[in-house]
């Protein structure tokens, strides 16, 4: 077939130019059981004329946007699943420390914390970033307030401090006590 018949056919067959561009399309990517690899060469010229590529390229940005989408909300959902299950193990990780002191795992990455009801959490793991946000987001949703300052501790523990009762005053000691990198975070 020449690019004229093609043509030929297709404008007898199709009468909307996105029906014709559809079928041009489908053709192209089923091409080894369908036609000849002559008949598909000619396709390929076919397609990449103005007319093709542009609604071929509106198909295809179509798709893309609707893929992105469900993605999104599929990642949306993820998030917010993984956000209460982070939520109920901080809250299962408070109620069980005893002498106000524990380890715990978040991602095969260890933390620990030091909690007094209605008082003082302090939470500190040796990695800065994501893991340590969702572990701080976490327990400030379980204590129902937020941290007030973050510092690096001895050996590189990155620490969040929650102060309930007088944070001004435990901020203040921590400046006296010369924590690295002391930065408040409630103002």
């Given at each position: 077939?020449?690019?004229k ?66 993605e ?9 699943e ?17 002498g ?46 937020n ?41």
């Open positions: 077939m020449k690019e018949q093609v043509w030929e056919h297709i404008n007898r067959k199709y009468k909307d130019g996105k029906e014709k561009s559809t079928f041009l399309y489908e053709v192209f990517y089923n091409r080894n059981r369908l036609i000849s690899p002559e008949t598909y060469s000619t396709i390929c010229d076919v397609l990449n004329t103005p007319i093709c590529t542009g609604v071929i390229f509106g198909q295809l940005a179509n798709q893309i946007a609707e893929r992105t989408q469900k999104r909300k599929e990642r949306e959902k993820l998030t917010l993984r956000k209460q299950e982070d939520l109920e193990n901080a809250k299962r990780f408070l109620d069980s420390l005893r106000r002191f524990g380890k715990g795992q978040i991602e095969r990455t260890p933390f620990c914390a030091t909690y007094i009801k209605e008082k003082i959490l302090m939470v500190s793991m040796l990695e800065d970033g994501s893991l340590l946000e969702r572990l701080v987001e976490a327990f400030s949703e379980a204590v129902k307030y941290p007030f300052c973050k510092y690096t501790d001895l050996g590189g523990m990155k620490t969040y401090e929650w102060d309930k009762r007088n944070p001004d005053k435990r901020y203040a000691a921590l400046r006296r006590e010369g924590k690295e990198d002391l930065i408040r975070l409630d103002r």
